[in-house]
T-cell receptor, first 112, second 113 residues
């Protein structure tokens, strides 16, 4: 069953801890993206990767880090430097940059 | 920096009413344009896309959108909405060769039966 898998669906962490969100795709897509979704603010781009071993900062990269060591995986780490980490995080992929992206089900992160 | 603006944040319509959701973007070069929909409890899905050619594009579920280059707009339309169209709608733009896919703030559509 092809698609984008984000895990876990819900995640709780204590303030000050780093946390890594998983995103795996088996669509053989080159490009992958991480977004943050907050009510009334739409989707804001955190990081994106056009190809394996390469990634760029999006509009709100501060306090986040990523890696793209494998084509199918694009994990996002929310660091303790992120001032307001509680949010819904969406991962997406596209066969190449510029074309339509497909989305995972999202991870809701709550930091207490 | 490129940006996408959706003017209507919350729209309430009765069934069978016509729908038009506005989307404007800021980028002077070549763009690829998208509308996505997020039904309650579901993941984002592509409604339609525009890359080139006929500026009036048709998507799924009777939706269409018109690209007006001079107005930097890509408005979404549907002649007659149904209760099942209740969802959040997002306009998105990929500008030139940046690789970035930027979304608008979203419009929540509520259709009353």
């Amino acid at each position: 069953d092809g698609g984008i898998t984000q895990s876990p669906k819900y995640l709780f962490r204590k303030e000050g801890q780093n946390v890594t969100l998983s995103c795996e795709q088996n669509l053989n897509h080159d490009a992958m993206y991480w977004y943050r979704q907050d009510p009334g603010q739409g989707l804001r781009l955190i990081y994106y990767s056009q190809i394996v071993n390469d990634f760029q900062k999006g509009d709100i990269a501060e306090g986040y880090s990523v890696s793209r060591e494998k084509k199918e995986s694009f994990p996002l780490t929310v660091t303790s430097a992120q001032k307001n980490p509680t949010a819904f995080y969406l991962c997406a992929s596209s066969i190449s940059w510029g074309v339509e992206a497909f989305f995972g089900q999202g991870t809701r992160l709550t930091v207490v | 920096a490129q940006s996408v603006s959706q003017h209507n944040h919350h729209v309430i319509l009765s069934e069978a009413a016509s729908l038009e959701l506005g989307c404007n973007y800021s980028y002077g070069g070549t763009v690829n344009l998208f509308w996505y929909v997020q039904y309650p409890g579901q993941h984002l899905q592509l409604l339609l896309k525009y890359f080139s050619g006929d500026p009036l594009v048709k998507g799924i579920k009777g939706f269409e959108a018109e690209f007006i280059k001079s107005k930097f707009s890509f408005n979404l339309r549907k002649p007659s909405v149904q209760w099942s169209d209740t969802a959040e709608y997002f306009c998105a733009v990929n500008a030139g060769n940046t690789g970035k896919l930027i979304f608008g703030q979203g419009t929540t559509l509520q259709v009353k039966p």
